[in-house]
């Protein structure tokens, strides 16, 4: 499954051993997912700018799981690159980010204790900072998800990253992350529906974003009011990621994969869920086929409900369902 013209193996720090897509250049092998669109990882090595140089070593085993090598966030980013090419093809049908089948590249290891990681449209490319103390890199899978799927975002709906379609463009990286890691099923970084929860960007813990109820990060709205759009967009994404979660989960006390959630709903109504392949499906449709650079919630409520009834048909459940969890976060007729 793993195509390369090579296959490395990965020690990373947080998916634990995995496989990677690797090349051959003369005696060294490289970090060049042949198999994947031609993804490139590079190690900054606390530079800011350019790409540094390209992983290259005499082996193709890559990290040992520890921060102190460099390689070990290198091989956390080939692997999140790979799943989320995987995710976007297999499931979704989409060859790259731009769906022309050609990769974007990463850059690891950018500026000192820097505690953030970016998408940058204009070099088509992915960079991480080691976090606090160099010692919690950006490299999650959720977080590479998210990051690539602005990519996405901006090669489709484009939805401007401000007001309500901002909050609906980094809910997108959320929905689409989250998605990414549940897809990718690897037992050291199970599927949740938070965001950020290994990366200990509190350094207490505690996850970046909670989709079943968002205002647990302190911040965020859990449904949508008017004035919702002057949030700051990564708490301005909150109603439309408990959408999420309502519509794959539905509401109330529910434990998935051994994580205890409790989702409200501000009409008091029950959700029933329709399960997060079908939730994924419909939100990837609408963003690439009725999303636009200006759309706001009634907007993204219109467009979903659009998208689920072409997937599944008028008066359908899954429809209904769609209908619901948007009441559920206050998003009407
Ligand atoms: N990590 C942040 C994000 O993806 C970077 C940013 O603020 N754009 O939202
Ligand atoms: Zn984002
Ligand atoms: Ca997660």
Known sequence: QWQGIETGVGNTHYSGQVT???????????????????????????????????????????????????????????????????????????????????????????????????????????????????????????????????????ATAGLEYSDESGGLNEATSDIMGTSVEFYANNPSDPGDYLIGEKIDINSDGTPLRYMDKPSKDGGSADAWYSGVGNLDVHYSSGPANHWFYLASEGSGAKVVGGVSYNSPTSDGLPVTGIGRDKAQLIWYKALTTKFNSTTDYAGARAGTIAAATELYGAGSAEVNAVTDAWAAVNVGA
């Open 20 to 154: 990677l897509g690797t090349s051959k250049s003369g005696t060294n092998f490289t970090l060049n997912d042949t198999g994947r669109g031609g993804h490139k990882t590079y190690n900054l090595n606390h530079g800011t700018s350019g790409t540094g140089s390209l992983f290259s070593q005499s082996t193709d085993t890559w990290g040992n799981g520890a921060n102190s090598n460099a390689a070990t966030a290198g091989a956390d980013a080939a692997y999140g690159a790979g799943v989320t090419w995987d995710f976007y093809k297999n499931v979704l049908g989409r060859s790259g980010i731009r769906g022309d089948g050609v990769a974007a590249y990463s850059r690891v290891h950018y500026g000192n204790a820097y505690v953030n990681a970016f998408w940058d449209d204009s070099c088509f490319c992915m960079t991480y900072g080691d976090g606090t103390n160099n010692n919690d890199p950006l490299t999650s899978l959720d977080v590479a998800g998210h990051e690539m799927s602005h990519g996405v975002t901006a």
